[in-house]
T-cell receptor
Framework: EAGVVQSPRYKIIEKKQPVAFWCNPI?????LYWYLQNLGQGPELLIR????????DSQLPKDRFSAERLKGVDSTLKIQPAELGDSAVYLC???????????FGQGTRLTVV | QKEVEQNSGPLSVPEGAIASLNCTYS??????FFWYRQYSGKSPELIMS????GDKEDGRFTAQLNKASQYVSLLIRDSQPSDSATYLC????????FGDGTTLTVKP
């Protein structure tokens, strides 16, 4: 069974530029998460989807971050414009339903210069 | 106070010893509890899930949950150098919250 796939693995951009991350969850998983992880800290939830509906986006900085999950499968997370403080690892995870085991993709390491 | 707290590391144990990792949480309505292992530069990998009070064993790993004390732990028996990693505790109470992890080093 294929795992969660994310791309790109690494991204370096200049501040104020836009950037997008893509995630393909495990087939059949209804719940999709986007997390942000800073060095030495645990993942912090940005947004959670149940199928195509964003059910928890309270921690998503909506002035610059946006996300979508078309047809309840793949998802895209966008930052526009990026700031220096956005440098982190962005993790996508999926689970069969909320509250069950979540499986992570490889992550995207973003560096904003 | 953080919603999920893990004992501050780093934790160092000799090869073959038992490593004990602890986690406390603040939301009494928490329903699901998970332990993840994260190697440096890699993404978290699920080790154990536990949903009810008591112990759950899987190979060398045992998760223990005590909802009354709002405490969940992970025991690693016969620790191996390959167990050296950061261990993350995650708690689900309507949303998933992670602790900041405990870094374990197993010395040969």
């Amino acid at each position: 069974e294929a795992g969660v796939v994310q791309s790109p693995r690494y991204k370096i951009i200049e501040k104020k530029q836009p950037v997008a991350f893509w995630c393909n969850p495990i087939s059949g998983h209804n719940t999709l998460y986007w997390y942000l992880q800073n060095l030495g800290q645990g993942p912090e939830l940005l947004i959670r989807y149940e199928n195509e509906e964003a059910v928890d986006d309270s921690q998503l900085p909506k002035d610059r971050f946006s996300a979508e999950r078309l047809k309840g499968v793949d998802s895209t997370l966008k930052i526009q414009p990026a700031e220096l403080g956005d440098s982190a690892v962005y993790l996508c995870a999926s689970s069969p339903t909320s509250g069950t085991e979540a499986f992570f993709g490889q992550g995207t390491r973003l560096t904003v210069v | 106070q953080k919603e999920v707290e893990q004992n501050s590391g780093p934790l160092s144990v000799p090869e073959g010893a038992i490593a004990s990792l602890n986690c406390t949480y603040s939301d009494r309505g928490s329903q699901s509890f998970f332990w993840y292992r994260q190697y440096s530069g890699k993404s978290p990998e699920l080790i154990m899930s536990i949903y009810s009070n008591g112990d759950k064993e899987d190979g060398r790993f045992t998760a223990q949950l005590n909802k009354a004390s709002q405490y969940v732990s992970l025991l690693i028996r016969d620790s191996q150098p390959s167990d050296s990693a950061t261990y993350l505790c995650a708690v689900y109470a309507g949303k998933s919250t992670f602790g900041d992890g405990t870094t374990l080093t197993v010395k040969p």
